[in-house]
């Protein structure tokens, strides 16, 4: 039988420097710019005992990315679907908008464009982050304000999907006024039966 670990011991204060250096540097760099190395200096733990536990960018990205999974978010409850989807679109909007975090949510996205592993960890984020967000789809199920038969993941998908297309395909600024936009046609689509 393995002896049982230590919550917040060694080992867990080694992963949330390692996290934090590897945020600070997309933050600061980029995903073309993140190194081991450089994750290794500004943690503190040294460059073998990263590659070992850790492998490459790629293991670091996937980490963070794993840690964020499951973080609360701050699932808006306005009371009325308009308002909860409008709050889920400018939660995401502000995210990347944010002079701190927004350039690490973008490092992410261009991770998983260019490692299979950051995308399969960038899949599982998003995939927790729906889940979250899909209350207020099932609570507006529950109100009546939306059939039973709609598929809240698909309505979380349909709201956000605009802000990612401008974000990255056409490389457009996102107001807010967009983001209330796209999650108006989700929420016209889930009325309509289309999701």
């Known amino acids: 039988m393995e002896p049982s670990r230590r919550p917040g011991?060694?080992?867990?204060?080694?992963?949330?420097?390692?996290?934090?250096?590897?945020?600070?540097?997309?933050?600061?760099?980029?995903?073309?710019?993140?190194?081991?190395?450089?994750?290794a200096e500004r943690s503190g733990v040294h460059k073998t005992t990263v590659y070992r536990r850790w492998g490459s960018v790629e293991g670091l990205i996937s980490d963070a990315l794993e840690l964020a999974r499951d973080e609360p978010w701050p699932v808006p409850d306005t009371g009325a679907v308009e308002g909860d989807l409008r709050g889920v679109a400018r939660l995401v909007r502000s995210g990347?908008?944010?002079?701190?975090?927004g350039p690490v949510a973008s490092a992410f996205v261009a991770?998983?464009?260019?490692?299979?592993e950051a995308a399969r960890a960038l899949h599982d984020?998003?995939?927790?982050?729906?889940?979250?967000?899909a209350q207020v789809v099932h609570?507006?199920?529950?109100?009546?304000?939306?059939?039973?038969?709609?598929?809240?993941?698909?309505?979380?998908r349909a709201a956000v999907?605009?802000?990612?297309?401008?974000?990255?395909?056409?490389?457009?600024?996102?107001?807010?006024?967009?983001?209330?936009?796209?999650?108006d046609a989700a929420l016209a689509a889930a009325r309509a039966g289309v999701l």
């Open 139 to 156: 609570r507006a199920v529950e109100r009546g304000e939306l059939p039973h038969t709609v598929d809240a993941h698909e309505v979380i």
């Open 125 to 133: 984020f998003f995939q927790a982050r729906h889940e979250q967000s």
């Open 96 to 101: 990347f908008a944010d002079p701190e975090l």
């Open 161 to 183: 999907a605009p802000i990612y297309y401008r974000l990255f395909v056409t490389h457009e600024p996102v107001t807010e006024a967009d983001a209330d936009r796209a999650a």
């Open 111 to 116: 991770a998983a464009m260019q490692s299979p």
């Open 9 to 39: 011991g060694r080992s867990a204060r080694v992963r949330d420097a390692v996290r934090q250096a590897t945020l600070a540097e997309l933050a600061g760099k980029g995903f073309r710019g993140l190194t081991v190395e450089h994750v």
